[in-house]
């Protein structure tokens, strides 16, 4: 069987009703991109009919190299050696930082996208943690809420979001986090799992901080503050953590990425990955999803369709829904990011 023909390199956004059939181009020579028109009839090729089992978006593959017809599923970043570069001209208007109510840093960029740096002296402090939201419903998240916090020796407050998975990253420094009387070990560059109604708490015995982040699904901004340790702990996901494993490492062409939490591994809605990009500047996207990225190593820019902002280390990017973007790396070793979003699917799946 010959390739398809590659109708174009990102998918098709679509609306779809509940119970409607449709047929998918699968040799991609269709004009009607992504469905059939009849040019199938000079190939080997037949169209694929799927019926769509709820209302609401889709992206439909358009490189015809997907290997869940008719979706996308990311593939389209694996049909090159590089990634696809920025085309735009560089009109974008350059964003200063402002200070917040609170002594945050934030750059404001189009649509609600922003990006957030806290100062130490801007955090609060409960026992032995400090922490921050920089990401919650006032600053126009639908979905998701993020804190930065660091633990300095000894134990955090036990914090329990009620209804809501939450996912820490653990940058630096080393201890243990305890869910339900259940304790892991964790090291820089590790991400936790913790389940809807469980609690946790995270344990520094060393003099360097524990540096973190705490993100919350859907968004639930006011923990609670617990005296003891309740014991709720959901047995059918034994193992929360999670750390950098290049057997699990997923090429993008020049980029990887990996998951550390997910719905497959960790059975949550919430994705967190991370990842390294090149020196480079990536075409603009949109993703079907709200997405957090955090800049663990390297220095750039944050774009959007009408203005960019410089990043560094300790950035906090908020992207909503379907927010044009890209993020150039100008360090020539690269940049390393963390990134979480929800609900899950892929971090390649983009269009
Ligand atoms: S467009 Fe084909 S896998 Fe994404």
Redesign the pocket.
């Known amino acids: 069987m010959p390739s398809p023909t590659i109708a174009?390199?990102?998918?098709y956004l679509v609306e779809v009703k509940e119970g409607k059939t449709y047929f998918w181009c699968a040799c991609g020579l269709s004009k009607k991109q992504p469905f059939c028109d009849g040019s199938h009839k000079t190939t080997d090729f037949e169209p694929l009919k799927w019926v769509a089992d709820e209302s609401g978006e889709k992206?439909f593959?358009?490189?015809?190299?997907?290997r869940g017809q008719p979706l996308?599923?990311?593939?389209?970043?694996q049909l090159s050696d590089v990634y696809e570069e920025a085309k735009e001209g560089d009109g974008a208007a350059l964003v200063d930082y402002q200070e917040q109510e609170g002594g945050a840093l934030k750059a404001m960029l189009d649509n609600g996208c922003y990006v957030i740096r806290v100062p130490d002296e801007a955090m609060l402090k409960r026992g032995s943690m400090q922490f921050y939201s920089v990401i919650g419903s006032a600053d126009g998240a639908n979905q998701l809420s993020q804190y930065v916090a660091t633990v300095t020796t000894g134990e955090s407050p036990i914090l329990r979001y009620p209804g809501s998975d939450a996912v820490l990253f653990v940058g630096s420094g080393k201890g243990t986090v305890n869910i339900g009387g259940h304790e892991f070990a964790v090291s820089a560059e590790t991400g936790v799992c913790v389940k809807p109604d469980e609690a946790f708490q995270v344990t520094n015995n060393d003099t360097a901080p524990i540096v973190m982040n705490i993100s919350v699904c859907p968004h639930c901004e006011t923990p609670e503050f617990l005296d003891e340790m309740p014991t709720t702990f959901d047995v059918s996901v034994p193992d929360r953590v999670q750390g950098v494993d290049e057997s699990k490492q997923e090429a993008m062409a020049d980029r990887f990425f990996q998951v550390l939490i997910g719905d497959k591994s960790h059975g949550t809605p919430v994705t967190q990955f991370i990842g390294e990009i090149p020196q480079s500047r990536a075409a603009h996207h949109r993703h079907l999803y709200e997405e957090t990225i955090t800049i663990l190593s390297g220095e750039g820019f944050m774009w959007t369709d009408e203005t960019k902002t410089p990043v560094q280390p300790g950035d906090t990017i908020f992207l909503p829904l379907k927010q044009a973007h890209s993020l150039e790396c100008t360090s020539p070793d690269g940049m390393r990011l963390i990134g979480l979003f929800y609900p899950s699917m892929s971090p390649a799946?983009n269009y």
């Not at 593959?61 to 997907?66: G, N, P, S, Y």
Request: aromatic fraction near 0%; charge should be positive; hydrophobic fraction near 15%.
């Open positions: 174009r390199r990102k998918p992206l593959c358009a490189c015809k190299h997907t996308c599923d990311g593939s389209h970043n799946i």
